[in-house]
């Protein structure tokens, strides 16, 4: 007996070649022919009569019985083939063209000539051609029936259109999608009854779903199918990351913290400045989390600059003034000891002692030894560093609170590694890429999520503008001669692009002598020795050097508020997310700041990426440009989790559904945390179906 995930050669006439050309399009098993949806809808359902199709100006339907054949060969192989059809109305030639190989001697057009014999009744979809001395109906497509009265399978209808190869015709693979799913489409399994009744999404069974997605009566029938069927996906997954939720909600933890506020309130009168609205809702929600009996599984995310960095600090001092320690655990050195100078900087004076935990620092015996035993004797209190901190030798006294900034560049080992250096420690992800909500609840949909959108008050919005690149390089001389620092940046996308960083190191030398010769040059790229690297920096920061050429590695972390200008190169090969990352880097003080873009060639999606970037500063509406034109199919493999893509559901359209699902699936698993209950067996099934074998899902049901 087949099932859903039998293979495809079990179905009549698949062999080896068809298997490859159907696994060319992702298609493997019969689950995956039943949910290999259309790509587009072709409107059949109106037959016009053959006098009528004369007066259309696009491709129609024509229904008429067959006539006589005739058959012509033009030079160079072309040849021809015109079948008489006729209706109570008119009669037309409709025709065939093929291309014959040279000395060839089959008859290309045999089976078109088995098929259309004279006496049977044709339905064509054509375009009429009319010319002077020669009318006809061009076929795109075509079914004979034999009796007027038979039903036509795919005319009178709305007939699917699906992406195909080269390897596989239109007509074959709608056939064998029109067979499966007769076949097969009952045994869909199907949740729906587990979804409450709800008015604005029409309630459909999944295999009732699949067929009218198909085959639907009308565009807006394929619409309200495909919809209920992006619900149950949705459904599904969001059920899944319930039970990840759970899995990570249902140990009790030791820790207790209580708001003592001895540490708070030292850090508030550093503080010259009030913390934002967002930041306090965002603080709430971590106290509140920190206080429950469970450990907090938290994702703060907000846009560059919008403050993060206190509000993780607040949280570390509410551990530590409890007798407690915390970590705050970053993707590079730079970044970890950029952490380590502010939070310094925000406690002077405050008695917490912190450690900085890098592969540089922990180089040196005496002073590793130091950092290690002050961890595990709580002399340490807070530890910053980099991936060093995952190693075993690293241990601690009393570790509850564990902050990971910039969580996607960790692998899931590294943060499994971290949470084992404490029992069911406190966990705040961080992340500064914004992205829209839609995708949020499923990117970090195991996780609370708690967004700011607030910047803070008095910063000056950064101007963008094209430019070329003298107008950009004279701009900036001004700046400079104002005391003001520069980036210019380069694409180079990896380190090990030894040709791009060729042109960083001539520009480099070229413009130090020619537009920049009275200011000092640096230049900063991946390659360089991390001593070199942190040379280089303090030498900026300390503006020892005016105008820093770069590659993208700045793109994160790197603070120097008095660089108030930043030029980009070849704009056209950055992404909007990286665009706006490395325009984070200027507009950090109480200066107007200008990022200039050069745009070294042209190209539909790079002017619309340009547009959008010079259009707006808002992370979270970049974010949302950036989903859209992305696309979902592209869009999901930023999704970490390694889901597969969604056979009906769209992250970008759905967001309402989305929600939904959320909270039916909370619902259901709230009501049966092991979903055990026999209504919930098929979602169980789904669940463990679809995500037990992805790596984070281990175990969860
Ligand atoms: P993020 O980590 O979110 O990118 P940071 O925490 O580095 O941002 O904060 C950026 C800058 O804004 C820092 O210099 C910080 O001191 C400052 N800042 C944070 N919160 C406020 C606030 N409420 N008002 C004014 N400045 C703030
Ligand atoms: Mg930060």
New binding site residues.
């Given amino acids: 007996m087949l099932n859903l995930e039998s293979g495809l050669r079990c179905l009549k006439g698949i062999g080896r070649k068809r298997e490859q050309a159907f696994a060319k399009l992702g298609i493997r098993t019969i689950e995956d022919i039943l949910t290999f949806f259309p790509s587009r809808y072709q409107d059949r359902t109106k037959i016009v009569s053959i006098k009528n199709a004369y007066k259309q100006s696009q491709s129609c339907c024509i229904f008429g019985k067959v006539g006589k054949v005739y058959e012509r060969i033009f030079t160079k192989g072309l040849c021809l083939l015109d079948i008489e059809v006729f209706d109570n109305t008119c009669m037309t030639h409709v025709r065939f063209f093929r291309k014959r190989r040279m000395y060839s001697s089959t008859d290309i057009f045999a089976s078109v000539k088995r098929i259309f014999k004279s006496g049977v009744f044709a339905y064509i979809y054509g375009e009429v051609k009319i010319k002077s001395n020669d009318s006809f109906m061009l076929v795109n497509d075509y079914e004979i029936v034999e009796k007027d009265s038979d039903v036509p399978l795919f005319f009178n209808k709305i007939v699917p259109i699906y992406a195909t190869t080269k390897k596989m015709s239109q007509t074959y693979i709608r056939v064998c999608i029109h067979d499966v799913l007769r076949a097969y489409f009952y045994n869909y399994p199907d949740v729906s009854e587990l979804l409450p009744v709800c008015n604005w999404i029409l309630k459909m069974s999944a295999p009732i779903a699949l067929k009218k997605i198909h085959y639907p009566d009308s565009l807006k029938d394929a619409e309200n199918a495909r919809r209920s069927f992006a619900l149950q996906e949705f459904f599904v997954l969001e059920s899944a990351l319930y039970l990840l939720r759970n899995k990570f909600k249902k140990n009790l933890k030791e820790q207790k913290y209580e708001i003592k506020y001895d540490l708070l309130k030292r850090l508030e009168q550093n503080?010259?400045?009030?913390?934002?609205s967002d930041?306090q809702k965002a603080i709430k929600d971590i106290f509140t989390d920190m206080q429950s009996e469970y450990p907090m599984n938290r994702i703060l995310i907000?846009?560059?600059?919008?403050?993060?960095?206190?509000?993780?600090l607040s949280a570390m001092l509410l551990a530590i003034e409890n007798g407690y320690q915390a970590m705050i655990i970053a993707p590079s050195e730079i970044l970890a000891e950029?952490h380590y100078r502010?939070i310094l900087n925000?406690l002077s004076g405050v008695s917490v002692k912190i450690a900085l935990l890098t592969s540089s620092s922990l180089k040196k015996r005496g002073k590793r030894k130091i950092i290690l035993e002050g961890l595990e004797s709580n002399n340490i209190q807070i530890a910053i560093g980099t991936h060093a901190l995952v190693e075993d030798r690293i241990k601690f006294a009393s570790l509850s609170f564990i902050v990971i900034?910039e969580q996607h560049k960790f692998g899931v080992m590294q943060k499994s590694a971290l949470l084992k250096k404490a029992s069911y420690p406190d966990v705040l992800v961080?992340s500064?890429t914004p992205i829209p909500r839609a995708l949020s609840m499923i990117m970090y949909g195991e996780m609370d999520v708690t967004t700011?959108k607030q910047?803070?008050?008095?910063?000056i919005p950064v101007i963008t503008y094209v430019l070329d690149e003298i107008d950009a390089y004279q701009k900036t001389i001004e700046e400079l001669k104002n005391g003001n620092q520069v980036y210019i940046v380069y694409p180079l996308i990896d380190d090990s692009e030894e040709l791009d960083l060729k042109s960083v190191l001539q520009e480099s030398r070229i413009l130090s002598q020619t537009w920049f010769r009275n200011f000092k040059v640096g230049l900063f790229h991946g390659q360089l020795k991390s001593a070199k690297k942190d040379e280089i920096l303090t030498k900026f920061k300390s503006k020892e050097i005016d105008v820093l050429i770069s590659t993208t590695i700045i793109e994160v972390g790197i603070?120097v508020?008095n660089a108030t200008v930043m030029i980009i190169q070849h704009v056209e090969r950055f992404g909007l997310a990286q665009l706006h990352q490395l325009r984070?880097r200027i507009g950090?003080s109480n200066k107007q700041s200008y990022l200039y873009l050069i745009q070294k060639s042209k190209g539909e999606s790079a002017d619309k990426r340009v547009k959008i970037i010079e259009s707006t500063n808002d992370g979270f509406e970049i974010a949302e440009a950036d989903l859209k034109m992305r696309g979902p199919g592209e869009l999901m493999g930023i999704i970490q989790h390694g889901f597969s893509k969604f056979k009906a559901g769209d992250i970008i359209k759905d967001e309402d559904i989305i929600e939904y699902a959320k909270s039916c699936a909370k619902k259901i698993i709230d009501d049966d945390p092991t979903l055990s209950k026999e209504k919930n067996f098929v979602l169980k099934k789904l669940v463990s179906k679809r995500f037990c074998d992805k790596r984070d899902f281990t175990n969860v049901c």
């Fill in positions: 503080l010259k400045f009030e913390f934002t930041q907000g846009d560059v600059g919008c403050g993060k960095t206190v509000v993780a950029q502010t925000l900034d961080m500064a700011i910047l803070p008050p008095g910063r603070d508020p984070g950090r």
